[in-house]
């Protein structure tokens, strides 16, 4: 059967840390993976992108590597903030076109907690 | 400010009762998206539509009804036959095929 995982218990980095997160999925073959940071009450923000050819992707203190061998994303913030700290989500892009299914599919995320 | 507005924030359902949770964006997204999420889960796709006039049932259709008569527009409703409704509902929208989804910030349903 098809699986999203990520840390399932929270994540406790002191600050200034980097914290590291863990995507891993089977029986998929995404064109895409992204990244979505959600606070509570709060609809998830699109954070990054990184596509099935791409190994790693960078945006200011975030880094995201995607490895379809072993089916693996992982996901950096360096120099790490309290205001980091929020559930993290990762999500599959199937990308199918010609009336196939739309939309993303999630992973349950990761809830990081930075610590001054 | 370009953007996916979603109300009510909080809405009550009575028994028997259907209710609508509507879902604006003014981004000219033609991709429309509605997901339901539940205490330690992930996202699930409920519905989704990719043009107006258009749209097809996502992993946990049963209970739910859409319209898109509009680009703009992609109200959600939770008829009575949805058995255990109180959730977080997120509606979110983007170019089709790729990139990122805009999401609002979600509707809190519960039962009365």
């Known amino acids: 059967s098809q699986k999203i995982e990520q840390n399932s218990e929270a994540l406790n980095i002191q600050e200034g840390k980097t914290a590291t997160l863990t995507c891993n999925y089977t029986?998929?073959?995404?064109?895409?993976l992204q990244w979505y940071r959600q606070d509570p009450g709060r609809g998830p923000v699109f954070l990054l992108l990184?596509?099935?050819?791409?190994k790693e992707k960078r945006k200011e203190r975030l880094k995201v590597t995607f490895d379809t061998t072993l089916k693996q994303s992982l996901f950096h913030i360096t120099a790490s903030q309290p205001a980091d700290s929020a559930t993290y989500l990762c999500?599959?892009?199937?990308?199918?076109?010609?009336?196939?299914?739309?939309?993303?599919?999630f992973g349950k995320g990761t809830h990081l907690i930075i610590q001054p | 400010d370009g953007g996916i507005t979603q109300s009510p924030k909080y809405l009550f359902r009575k028994e028997g009762q259907n209710v609508t949770l509507s879902c604006e964006q003014n981004?000219?997204?033609?991709?429309m998206y509605w997901y339901r999420q539940d205490p330690g889960q992930g996202l699930r796709l409920i519905y989704y539509?990719?043009?107006?006039?258009?749209?097809q049932k996502g992993d946990i259709a049963e209970g739910y009804s859409v319209s898109r008569e509009k680009k703009e527009s992609f109200p959600l409703t939770v008829t009575s036959a949805q058995k255990n409704p109180t959730a977080f509902y997120l509606c979110?929208?983007?170019?089709?095929?790729?990139?990122?989804?805009?999401f609002g910030d979600g509707t809190r349903l519960s039962i009365l």
């Open positions: 981004l000219n997204h033609d991709a």
């Open positions: 990184i596509r099935e050819n791409e």
């Open positions: 539509s990719q043009i107006v006039n258009d749209f």
């Open positions: 999500a599959l892009d199937m990308m199918y076109s010609g009336g196939g299914a739309d939309g993303l599919t």
């Open positions: 029986n998929y073959s995404p064109a895409y």
């Open positions: 979110a929208s983007r170019i089709p095929l790729g990139g990122p989804q805009h």
